[in-house]
């Protein structure tokens, strides 16, 4: 098992920034690739950002690229999503998410952690 805690959400205006954490405990090794994904009220869950085992290989979504970034520290057991240019429509639960595999992939994740609530105004 693998468990995975967010932190880093909160209240931010449009146009600012924030950086999302997860940390990774328990049977790391089965956390290989991880992801962020995220779900606003009254929509499905949709994938946001993956990051293969070595950090090599990376994902974005079409609605955040140049905006976010993805990175992973392995020696902390933990993976970021830098948030730049907020805007009110990335207002969500944020998830961070892992599985097996080497690459960056935008499906079949095992491990989800709890969520951080990212809010932005206009």
């Known amino acids: 098992q693998v468990q995975l805690v967010e932190s880093g959400g909160g209240l931010v205006q449009a146009g600012g920034s924030l950086r999302l954490s997860c940390a990774a405990s328990?049977?790391?090794?089965?956390?290989?690739?991880m992801g962020w994904f995220r779900q606003a009220p009254g929509k499905e869950r949709e994938f946001v950002a993956a990051i293969g085992r070595s950090g090599g290989t990376t994902l974005y979504a079409d609605s955040v690229k140049g905006r976010f970034t993805i990175s992973r520290d392995n020696a902390k057991n933990t993976v970021y999503l830098q948030m730049n240019s907020l805007k009110p429509e990335d207002t969500a639960v944020y998830y961070c998410?892992?599985?097996?595999?080497?690459?960056?992939?935008?499906?079949?994740?095992?491990?989800w952690g709890q969520g951080t609530q990212v809010t932005v105004s206009s």
């Open positions: 328990g049977r790391t090794s089965s956390s290989g690739a």
């Open positions: 998410a892992a599985r097996g595999g080497y690459i960056a992939t935008w499906s079949g994740y095992d491990y």
